[in-house]
Each structure stands twice: as C-alpha cells, then as structure tokens.
C-alpha cells in the first residue's frame, strides 16, 4: 500500500471520526450523493457513513458517502411545482417595458430587454 493510500485508509474511524478511505478505494455499498442520484435514490436523512480522503489543489479533499442500502428514492416534482418553475422562468424572460417575452433571460443589469435598452439598431 502506498503511503497516501496508508495515510487515508481508516476503515474503523480510529483516526478520522468516520471510517475513512482512500480514492477509488471505498468498499461496494457506499455511495456519494451525486452516484445516489445517478441511479434515482437519495440519501433519505441518514448521516454521513464514511469518507473518501484525497490530496487535491488547495490540500486535502473530502467526498462523504452514505450507505445504498439505506438510501430512498427521489421525488419528483409535483405538476404543481413544476408549473410555478415554468412561471417563474417565463417572468425572467418577460421584458417589464415592452411586456414581451423574449427567448433568453432579461439581463438584470439592463432591467429590459436589448432591444427596449439600445433600440433597434445593432
């Protein structure tokens, strides 16, 4: 074993609190929140069950992992919430000036669509 491996192998949590390992080297049964929604589940309120320690830009790097088989599926969205997205978003693209709703996001720094801010000529 290498001597970072050595340095971030703590499977029993003597060293770190939390059982420990090293880069690619978690044992099967744990996964990182983003792995848990790559295959439709989320951590479900459970805590933190160990961590992936690795020596990355700025110092040491960590990745918490959470145990799969106390993982929950998603939720999804409700029709309800989903319309209030797809509200919210139209009113960022609705010009407040020209009440025109335009194919991209009103630029907050302008409060008004390109065309009402600079007019029509390029």
Do not use: F, N
């Not at 983003?34 to 309120?45: F, I, S």
């Amino acid at each position: 074993m290498s001597r970072i491996r050595a340095a971030y192998h703590d499977p029993d949590g003597s060293r770190y609190g939390i059982p420990t390992y090293w880069w690619h080297g978690a044992p099967p049964g744990y996964a990182t929140r983003r792995q848990l929604r790559a295959t439709g589940l989320r951590p479900g309120g459970q805590p933190v069950a160990a961590q992936i320690l690795w020596r990355g830009i700025g110092g040491t790097r960590t990745a918490y992992l959470y145990r799969v088989d106390l993982a929950r599926p998603k939720r999804t969205a409700t029709p309800a919430q989903l319309g209030a997205v797809r509200a919210a978003l139209t009113a960022r693209k609705t010009c407040p000036t020209c009440r025109t709703v335009r194919p991209y996001v009103i630029p907050r720094s302008l409060g008004e669509c390109t065309l009402c801010a600079y007019g029509d000529t390029p």
